[in-house]
Nanobody, 120 residues
Framework: QVHPVESGGGLVQAGGSLRLSCAASGSIFSINDMNWYRQAPGKQRELVAGITSGGLTNYADSVKGRFTISRDNAKNTVYLQMNSLKSEDTAVYYC??????????????WGQGTQVTVSS
């Protein structure tokens, strides 16, 4: 089993910042892509940012210039630094991890989600 666990969500005023973390643990041989998704009430889950094992990043247009994704490969952890937060950033944020396990083979797993609420 591989378990990503998110932390760092909370309530913040518009214009403020939060830093999300997601640590993957379990039977991990290697991790490839690590991604952050979010889902707002009544909306579909959307990709916010992603980072490859080599450090290449991609962002949704709505967060470019405000959010920064990074990772610590030694800790199997991905971060999302969120600055200049807006009310429309309010959502449950999910970590998604792709990799391989000697026991399980290839995997793609989701964390349980962490709530981010931005008050205007």
């Amino acid at each position: 089993q591989v378990h990503p666990v998110e932390s760092g969500g909370g309530l913040v005023q518009a214009g403020g910042s939060l830093r999300l973390s997601c640590a993957a643990s379990g039977s991990i041989f290697s991790i490839n892509d690590m991604n952050w998704y979010r889902q707002a009430p009544g909306k579909q889950r959307e990709l916010v940012a992603g980072i490859t094992s080599g450090g290449l990043t991609n962002y949704a247009d709505s967060v470019k210039g405000r959010f920064t994704i990074s990772r610590d490969n030694a800790k199997n952890t991905v971060y999302l630094q969120m600055n200049s937060l807006k009310s429309e950033d309010t959502a449950v944020y999910y970590c998604n991890v792709e990799g391989s396990s000697r026991q399980l083979g290839p995997f793609r797993v989701w964390g349980q989600g962490t709530q981010v609420t931005v008050s205007s």
